[in-house]
C-alpha cells in the first residue's frame, strides 16, 4: 500500500515571489508521482507527472518537481507565482505494479494543500 | 474534445434517502474511476472499471454503495441509503493513461 504525506496544509505568498509545495509518499514498491490542481468547483487537472527518467519534471503553469527517490520526495515548485495560482495543489502516486495495459492505475492522493497568493 | 461529463452538479438529500450519480467519461477511454472526496481531504478510490468490468471495489462500502459501467461507456454511482458521512464530492475520472478528472457532483445529505 502506498500513502502521501503533504507537509503544509496552507500556503500563503505574495505575488511574483517562489513558492514550494512538499510532498512525502511511502510505498514498498516503484511509484509514478503526479500532482494534480483544483480550483473551486472544478475537477482535478493534471499538473505535471514523473514516471521515470530525468528527475526534474516541468509541467504546465511554469511549475516544475523534482523526484527524489532517496528521501521519497516529489516537491512542487514555481520561481514566480502568480494571482491566478491560488488553488489546492494535490500530490498523488500509482502503484507500479497495479499499472496494466495502458492504464497508470488507481491514485492515492495526499490531503492537499491550499496555495494562497496575495497581491 | 469533450472533457469527463458528470450529472447532477450538485445535489441535497435527507439521510436513509438514495441518490444516483451519472459520469461519462472521455471518448475511447477504457478506464473509468469513481472517487470520493470529503471537505478538507484528498480523493479517495471508491471504485475502478476497465471497460465493463470491476479492476477495485476494495474501498466501496458495498453495503450501500453500488455503481455499474454498462456497454463500457456511461457509468453511475448509488448510495442506498444515505449516511451523513456521505457528504462529500464524488468524482468520476477516466484514462488512457493520465486520469483525466469531471467537474463533480457535490452531495450534502441532511
Known amino acids: 500500500a502506498q500513502s502521501v504525506t503533504q507537509l503544509d496544509s496552507q500556503v500563503p505568498v505574495f505575488e511574483e515571489a517562489p513558492v514550494e509545495l512538499r510532498c512525502n509518499y511511502s510505498?514498498?514498491?516503484?511509484?509514478?508521482l503526479f500532482w494534480y490542481v483544483q480550483y473551486p468547483n472544478q475537477g482535478l487537472q493534471l499538473l505535471l507527472k514523473?514516471?521515470?527518467?530525468?528527475?526534474l519534471v516541468k509541467g504546465i503553469n511554469g511549475f516544475e518537481a523534482e523526484f527524489n527517490k532517496s528521501q521519497t520526495s516529489f516537491h512542487l515548485r514555481k520561481p514566480s507565482v502568480h494571482i491566478s495560482d491560488t488553488a489546492e495543489y494535490f500530490c498523488?502516486?500509482?502503484?507500479?505494479?497495479?499499472?496494466?495495459?495502458?492504464?497508470?492505475?488507481?491514485?492515492?492522493f495526499g490531503q492537499g494543500t491550499i496555495l494562497t497568493v496575495h497581491p | 474534445e469533450a472533457g469527463v461529463a458528470q450529472s447532477p452538479r450538485y445535489k441535497i438529500i435527507e439521510k436513509r434517502q438514495s441518490v444516483a450519480f451519472w459520469c461519462n467519461p472521455i471518448?475511447?477511454?477504457?478506464?473509468l474511476y469513481w472517487y470520493q472526496q470529503i471537505l478538507g481531504q484528498g480523493p479517495k478510490l471508491l471504485i475502478q472499471?476497465?471497460?465493463?468490468?470491476?479492476?477495485?471495489d476494495s474501498q466501496l462500502p458495498k453495503d450501500r454503495f453500488s455503481a455499474e459501467r454498462l456497454k463500457g461507456v456511461d457509468s453511475t454511482l448509488k448510495i442506498q441509503p444515505a449516511k451523513l458521512e456521505d457528504s462529500a464530492v464524488y468524482l468520476c475520472?477516466?484514462?488512457?493513461?493520465?486520469?483525466?478528472f469531471g467537474p463533480g457532483t457535490r452531495l450534502l445529505v441532511l
Open positions: 475520472a477516466s484514462s488512457l493513461e493520465t486520469q483525466y
Open positions: 510505498s514498498s514498491v516503484s511509484v509514478y
Open positions: 514523473y514516471l521515470s527518467g530525468s528527475t
Open positions: 498523488a502516486v500509482s502503484d507500479l505494479t497495479q499499472a496494466g495495459g495502458t492504464s497508470y492505475g488507481k491514485l492515492t
Open positions: 471518448s475511447g477511454h477504457a478506464t
Open positions: 472499471f476497465q471497460n465493463n468490468g470491476v479492476v477495485d
